[in-house]
């Protein structure tokens, strides 16, 4: 697996891998972080298995916005190989992501690298909070 980060050039793909996720395009936002060297691709035999977005606009900490794995390539340590690589690079002590609390995958992966719950943010998705997790890496 090469971890690399993203250019402009692999915004097609990225997109795809996103898509295969489910979710409504959001090309011009991916553009964005890329722009902004935010985001972090995992290649596996040539192919786009995930990406990570990370920045450090959380109350001015380093924050986990976005991992995706296409379904292909899931549960074969691709998320957790994209989580350890931001990890390392962080810009702060303390580093922070959340999820929506239906998401057991994410939680059971930030849980076995030793993140721990740091609270609930009710209101963003009405029926399905968003749930903060934290992780001292320094
Ligand atoms: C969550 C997600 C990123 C995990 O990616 P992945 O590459 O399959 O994860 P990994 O293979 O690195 O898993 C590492 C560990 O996390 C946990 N885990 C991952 N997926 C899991 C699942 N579906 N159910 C339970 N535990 C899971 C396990 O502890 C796993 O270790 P194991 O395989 O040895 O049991 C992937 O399922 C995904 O892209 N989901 C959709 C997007 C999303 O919800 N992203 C998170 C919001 S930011």
Same mark, same amino acid.
Request: hydrophobic share 45%; glycine share 6%.
């Given at each position: ?14 997109? !795809?891998?996103?898509? *295969?996720?489910?979710?409504?395009? %959001? #090309? ?7 722009? =902004? $060297? ?42 957790? !190989?994209?989580?350890? *690589?931001?990890?390392?690079?962080? %810009? #702060? ?7 929506? =609390? $239906? ?36």
């Amino acid at each position: 697996m090469i971890l690399r980060r993203a250019t402009l050039d692999d915004l097609a793909a990225i997109v !795809a891998v996103d898509r *295969d996720h489910g979710v409504a395009p %959001r #090309t011009e936002w991916l553009r964005r972080r890329i722009d =902004r $060297s935010e985001c972090v691709l995992a290649i596996v035999d040539g192919d786009l298995a995930g990406f990570l977005v990370a920045d450090d606009a959380f109350f001015d900490r380093t924050f986990v916005r976005l991992v995706v794995v296409a379904h292909k390539h899931r549960r074969r340590g691709v998320a957790n !190989a994209l989580v350890a *690589d931001a990890e390392s690079r962080a %810009r #702060t002590p303390t580093v922070f992501s959340s999820s929506n =609390r $239906s998401n057991t995958a994410m939680h059971a992966l930030l849980r076995a690298r030793g993140w721990v719950e740091s609270g609930v943010i009710e209101g963003l998705d009405e029926l399905d909070p968003e749930i903060v997790f934290r992780k001292r890496v320094r």
